[in-house]
């Protein structure tokens, strides 16, 4: 009786399904031979089955997750292999459970294909387009790796870390703390900046103006000063600071374009503060002037 009912149930389903998908046809037209072999396709013991693997692989990836933050936490020299390592590990999980759930769920021959191309496919193929797109460039951004989970980019105006890559679409935490979620078909298209590509160290540009007539070499020493002493400098690369004309319409100075590397992309904007804070105060002391002050006391 059970076995029955679900049969019912799945006919009623099936017949929907078709109607949507040809919505020219009228409902006398439908071969009702053709709904109870598509009824017959599906494995009712197996789809039980596929509720108890999907709730395991549901569990496994929360678990994965877990275990990567505590150790990411814990180890950070190791957070980004972590984070890559719990990527590969979520992408194998998504299709595996997808193959198993299809397998033991219906019935595959020549006949059970042939109905799933002639039936379902237009009206899914549709319903599922932008999905099966998002999930070929899924395939490909793990593959081409254009960033990594990690990495700090920035991409359609938005700046962060990459903290997730999924089959549908990349999630970023933002500096402001808020998750964006793109879908990855994006990514085929527009430019993505990756700042650290895997590396835990970043390049970071600081600009610091002064007036033209004032002691550049002086201000050029207090800057290399000030980020040789900062902590959150990764001294293992070379500190530049580049020293060119600065000019606006009313306005003439010159710039001290700092480029140094923080020792983890998390500090960027406590690096920044941190030497920022340094310079205008030493230049404060020493009495360097930018351009717009010189003005003003002149």
């Keep these: 009786m059970v ?3 679900l049969r019912r149930i799945a006919c ?3 017949g929907l399904a078709a ?3 040809v919505p020219a046809l009228a409902q006398e037209d439908i071969d009702v031979n053709t709904i109870n072999r598509l009824a ?3 494995r009712w013991g197996g789809v039980i089955s596929s509720v108890f693997v999907i709730a395991g692989a549901w569990a496994l990836l929360r678990l994965l997750s877990r275990f990567v933050t505590a150790f990411g936490s814990e180890f950070s020299s190791r957070r980004l292999t972590l984070h890559k390592v719990s990527t590969i590990g979520q992408f194998i999980v998504y299709v595996a459970t997808t193959v198993i759930v299809l397998l033991l769920s219906f019935r595959f021959d020549e006949t059970t294909l042939a109905l799933i191309g002639g039936t379902v496919a237009v009206a899914v193929g549709f319903a599922m387009k932008d999905l099966v797109a998002s999930f070929i460039a899924g395939v490909i951004v793990m593959l081409d ?3 990594q989970v990690g990495d700090r980019v920035n991409f359609g105006g938005e700046y962060g870390d990459i903290t997730a890559i999924g089959l549908r679409s990349v999630r970023m935490q933002t500096l402001d703390d808020n998750t964006v979620t793109i879908p990855n078909s994006k990514f085929l298209s ?11 160290d970043m390049q970071v540009v600081m600009d610091f103006l002064i007036a033209a007539d004032q002691d550049i070499e002086r201000a050029r020493e207090i800057v290399n000063e000030a980020v040789l002493s900062s902590r959150f400098v990764f001294l293992a690369k070379p500190v530049v600071i580049l020293v060119n004309q600065w000019s606006t319409t009313h306005l003439v100075g010159v710039r001290l374009r700092l480029k140094a590397y923080v020792l983890d992309t998390r500090f960027e904007k406590a690096f920044e503060s941190d030497v920022n804070l340094r310079v205008l105060r030493a230049f404060q002391q020493e009495g360097i ?3 717009g ?3 003003i006391s002149a």
């Design 3 to 5: 076995k029955q009912s």
């Design 12 to 14: 009623a389903f099936a």
């Design 19 to 21: 109607i949507w998908a």
């Design 40 to 42: 017959d396709v599906v």
């Design 145 to 147: 790796r254009p960033f």
């Design 190 to 200: 527009d430019v993505t900046s990756s700042g650290n590509y895997g590396a835990l």
């Design 289 to 291: 002037a930018t351009p």
């Design 293 to 295: 002050s010189a003005v």
